[in-house]
């Protein structure tokens, strides 16, 4: 019997840091690497490719380690009070594969180990996956996504940007209209797409002129994918297939502080220039869902929390390129009411991921 | 056909004033006098009482007006998008009666009244209504509610603060152990009991000395809910009865602003001073739902939110006192998601009070 | 050379805790203890008084060494990179002293033992000081502090709220006609007062009845300073001193929240009532400076910076009660810009105090 | 004698629309066009450009009569409480004429007429000037910024992002090294640059494929100008000349929200991706300006002012692609201390430009 109406243990007897750990949180946006191919690499059937380029030896190490290293993972999940991690092939992954037939093996091969890592064996309870998909051939994306989510158990797709398409300069948006067998197989599977970034090829990065690096950097990769978004919006997608579910890292790539601005000019634009029925804010509650990987800043948290609401934004890390702990004491550190922060920890991807 | 992807009426065809009407809006926190007795007065059986002291003769003539003229208030919910509002007896009401028999027979009568004015005829499916209670009597008060909520339909039950006993001094808080039946009923009937504030008795605001009229005034209003409130917390009644549920207005009357350090602090209390099992946030977060009526600040209401979280935050008017079209537009006005704003505007009321 | 762009120590090589000390910060509202006689006893001439009533036996111990352990206080402002403390008599002080004159001698001894132990000496650099005053006695109150300002080098005045006056039912606030001389002395001065919360009389605590605690908790120590300092505005003085300045402590004591409704239903009061010619909110920018005492609250922290803006808040602890490192690692864990962190840090006080 | 303490005009006696208007605001991106070419045509030597595309017809001709119309402009001001307007030349203008020579010629002619309309005559109260200048010729541009400040009195100079060199493929980023002696004479002047957005080149917008118009939307400009401004910070140029002052417009072309991020990947870099020896937050504090043009979003003003401080941010409208009167009801509606609505509103403008 301590004498107080709280516990409050710290070096100093009637201080605390105030610092707890919610051991039942949920992450989403965690990479792993795979024995099947480098997909840090954008061209494996070429000789070149960036593999994780600008940034420093130190972190190259660290994270290529810690991309594959089941135990590093488990112990770095215990520390920071993360129960589930929701794993996926990194960026560029299936999508820097030129040759489709090749990107359709591979996305198979790449399927099944990470089935046999992760969702099998000793950490099976711990972990959950998103299937890669090869959308150099969207019906066989289609026929993937439908056994990574039908036979081993998986529970969504994540897709990293724009495909390459037999070279380096061509590529495919998701929005293009050979796409539309994978999005009406991914609609009737009633499972989420996780709209991830990739490392640009040389020919986009173009207008960097000497800044190429800022195309591999988070702002890059913000604008790159905000881009992608906006197009699956104007394209009229979510008006053929209402029922889709696609859910952006790094606190929506931006939208959020743009999307207001974005309806308000498009009052003045020509309709044959937005193909859409609603304005951007009504999909953007109806389609998408938010995750925080990436991002410990308050105000862009706040920001993307008034886009959303408290039902569709996730807290994640993107894992092993940000760290459990670092993002784990940012996001209980913040102050919100705890049915908020349930929510966001781990609610919210329960239900959106049918979890239990 | 206008050549544009939205519409945008205003007086320079480019622009809109950025500003429209859910019809949908739902208010909780909506007073109505009534020929029974004036409800004003602090005591109807002796010859004093404040009756809207302090504020000036054009606001309480108009206020007067409206408290009973049921073509204006459905005339100004037309114009503010209100579909439908929770009428309930302006303060101090029955709580301001000092003999106990006229307490009982006075609720009994006001009920009547108010199912008859407001709950059949006409406007019946404008208004709900939440029911007076003798707390002067509380096995009274708990028989009252019970028939208040099955025979006469209302949707919940509304307390102005303390209620005199007997006399101008002596008063009595919803903490004390006789209430204890009432709660009971209450957690039973699974209603929500709205906290008002109401005049205070002059030997209360003492304190002020000359600045008596700080005790009518919003900020004395809120300082005796709040003090209300958190005696109800400390005094361990949601450990006993965890099914209640409790309406606060005005933004929770300036609880989320110290709540947090209000639980901070008591990490050093002596045990036998706070008589209940969890933090103050815990049951602020399990047995309140808190009304935005008579406030139009901002920040007041994200503090609010971020206190609560969306579900369980509700926008409200405090008609006549305040206005339907000036809090309305404040509502509206402000930049949250739809979803989140359908939630505060009527979604959450509508499962609060079982409404559909 | 480490191959990176910023340095980022930390146990993994490639990740920081992202966090760091700014040494030059400012604490204002900083408790101290005497060898004259005991403060944090309400009642001197008298044998009752609360001494830190209702807290835990660990704090009290814990509290009471550090009150006046000036080791122990360097040693914590080093590690929170404080560089400067303004330390204060504790509460209740000298307000809660019944005697007139035994409160103006006791204040003199102690502000020269404070200006001894403090403002000389091995720390001299690191500490300056705030003046008590006995306003049992207004004229030797003005008396007392122009000595702390031209004869000791202090930097302002601190006052516990109310003073006893004569015994434990009689008190007064700030305020009332006879405080006059006083403020006039503290405008010519042109220091600024610190209002601070104090310890209740019993007899003003009559309404909690059974929660005597919550008056000395720190809702109802924010309570009773908000109502003070209502008071001061209702009262005028602001018209007859215009060049008074206030600090508020725990983020100005709630009114932030609180003050755009204040306003917004005054437009409704009768003139007699509201004896001063602008809106609170206009004193409130040009009367008053807050500080953070106390407080580690993000929501109330951004209420109370849009109430007053970036150049009227100012960081402080309130030591020993609160913890130098608490208050600091929250403080320089919130997003801000860095030019407004300096102001809130250590600018605003420097420039108030006319510090260097 | 109303018998109220402050007036609240309104229809209905008791109640006011808590509107008002500050006449003192300055408005700082707010377009122009000219008599000498048409500068909303990208290729004033060629027969294309864009004109303003994708828009609709009753907005383009809304907009045309409105960058000439001083009359009109002056009654927007006069009802918004707009008491100054700086103008500048619209875009792409003399950054989208192919012909270096031709710039030069046309630069001039342009900030002439802006002179002679805006900065002397009836209005020449009213308005203030920022100058165009050839940076197809950045010596020549030199001198052309030299005379606008030093003979014309003009307070600034603002660039519409790259310039066109030569042809449509080829452009110009004000990073690049024969950009330095402009820099140079921008630092000795000591006046702010406003770095404005431009319709884009085709070449530019390869990567929208179908949705070009999306490069010229508020969401592409942004991401242009963003880009552009982290190049100037990238490229070494504030160390250089740590004098450079820069505006940027809409809230600071969505950097707010990633800025943080940025700094954190940073620190994963290799060192010769990154030429400068500050965090960009450091330059963004020292060296950057930011408008609230065209932005009527209460979340990015909040992120924005939050990454800069009240001293750094300056309301505008972006007049007439947006309404004085729209973006005036937004900003004056938003809750705020009067100090800090005083700094946006006008003071940091009148500080940043020296007038007065």
Known sequence: MSGKIFESPSERPTF???????????????AITTSVFNPTNTLPETKGGAELPYVDEDYVVDVKNRLSNLELRVQAMDRAGVALTVVSLTMPGIEGIFDAKTAVETARKVN??????????KYADRFRALGCVPMQDPKAAAAEATRCINELGFVGILINGYSQIGDAETVQYLDEPQCEPFWAT?????VPLYLHPRIPTPGQSRIYRGYEFLAGSPWGFGVETAMHTIRLIVSGLFD???GLKIILGHCGEGLPFSLARIDHRLR???????????RMQEYWERNFWITTAGVTSDTAFVDTLRSCGEDRLMWSVDYPYEDYDECGTWFEGMEMSQSTRAKIGWENAKRLFKMQ
Do not use: M, V
């Open 240 to 242: 053929r297939h209402p």
């Open 186 to 190: 991914l609609e009737e599977l009633d």
């Open 112 to 121: 099944d180990e990470t089935h046999r890592i992760y969702c099998t064996g």
């Open 16 to 30: 605390s840091a105030n610092r707890w750990r919610q051991p039942q949180k949920i992450a989403l946006e965690e």
């Open 268 to 278: 003045h634009f020509q309709p044959q220039h937005y193909k859409s029925k609603l």
